[in-house]
């Protein structure tokens, strides 16, 4: 059976995966011959320095192929509107035919965004960026890694997260501007390094702005967003999430300017408890509308579950005593969990 020899630049890319070492083999004069016969004698045997220095030269290049370079480090920051410019200083040249490429890790979304590095025009320090522009990209909802990748190639490096600034996002008009609905980008440094972005869209979208439990019920009050969110009028809806027979019906109070009002009454909760512990997905519901979730997108935090803590609240119920607690999941929707528990039991 023939062997076929592959040359190091048939198994990297050049300037991409490392850099083709040329190889050079003295042969046409004494002198050379001589130094290059060290590391490879005539006579077949190799001495200690010569396998010293080859386990060396093995070590840098092996076989002609230069260590691959440290990660690109990438700034990132939110602007006006909430668009991202992403930033490389001056001290990291950028390879030409560069471009930042974002690629989602849900499998089931075939897209990726893919932006240009550009020289600005202010500043003149010599780093470059790339900007995703939110009025000509539009991200499906998920996470989204950030890539370093030739133009036109096929194989992407993931970029080291520098100094991420979302300072932008606090400013409630940036959601409140959107009548396009729930439309958040929100940069993040991945727990191993890399950069990323968390992506909300949402075309009518029902942003809660304040929690409130007492003894006799859960007060919502939030506003609606997106063009189609306000053509409709709406009611407040509990469902269970693994059983659809459970259903809470409540009034919701829309004003004109799209904020809404909803109370939950303990008692009704109480009534309709399964048993155990139950999950309710919270929505607003309108006839022949949409049916939108509940969620608190605003602000800069990828995940609020440690932050944006709510109180429990503890009553008699069916079997006994029950806990209910509102509380926002990894994507930032607000639901209700109730549970068994001890009557009396803090």
Not at 178 to 190: Q, V
Not at 234 to 257: E, S, W
């Amino acid at each position: 059976m023939s062997r076929v020899r592959r040359e190091p630049r048939e198994i990297i890319t050049h300037g991409e995966d490392g850099l083709v070492v040329p190889d050079r083999r003295p042969v046409e004069n004494d002198a050379e011959r001589g130094r290059t016969a060290v590391l490879s004698p005539r006579n077949g045997r190799t001495s200690s320095k010569a396998a010293a220095g080859l386990r060396r030269l093995t070590g840098l290049f092996g076989l002609g192929v230069a260590r691959r370079s440290r990660p690109l480090t990438v700034d990132c920051r939110v602007m006006p509107g909430g668009s991202l410019a992403f930033e490389v200083s001056a001290g990291q040249p950028v390879p030409r035919n560069r471009q930042l490429v974002l690629q989602p890790r849900n499998e089931n979304i075939a897209a990726t965004a893919q932006i240009q590095f550009e020289q600005p025009d202010t500043g003149g320090d010599g780093s470059v960026r790339a900007v995703l522009d939110k009025r000509h990209w539009e991200l499906a909802e998920g996470d989204w890694d950030v890539f370093l990748r030739r133009a036109g190639g096929s194989r992407s490096r993931p970029v080291r997260a520098g100094l991420v600034e979302t300072a932008r996002l606090l400013d409630p008009a940036v959601l409140r501007a959107a009548d396009e609905g729930g439309r958040t980008w929100i940069p993040y440094a991945t727990e191993d390094g890399g950069l990323a972005v968390r992506t909300w869209l949402r075309p009518a979208h029902a942003e809660v702005v304040s929690v409130e439990v007492d003894d006799h019920a859960i007060r919502l009050k939030g506003s609606l967003h997106g063009r189609t969110a306000r053509a409709y009028h709406y009611r407040f809806l509990a469902r269970l999430q693994d059983n659809g027979g459970h259903l809470i019906d409540a009034p919701c109070f829309v004003d004109q300017h799209g904020d809404f009002r909803i109370t939950l009454p303990v008692d009704v909760v109480a009534e309709l408890h399964p048993g155990g512990e139950a999950l309710w997905d919270l929505r607003l519901s309108a006839y022949g509308g949409p049916e939108i979730r509940l969620a608190m997108l605003a602000g800069d935090l990828v995940d609020r579950r440690d932050v944006s803590v709510f109180p429990a609240l503890r009553c008699a119920g069916p079997g006994g005593g029950l806990s209910l607690r509102p509380q926002l999941t990894r994507d930032h929707d607000l639901v209700l969990r109730t549970a068994d528990t001890l009557l009396g039991r803090p």
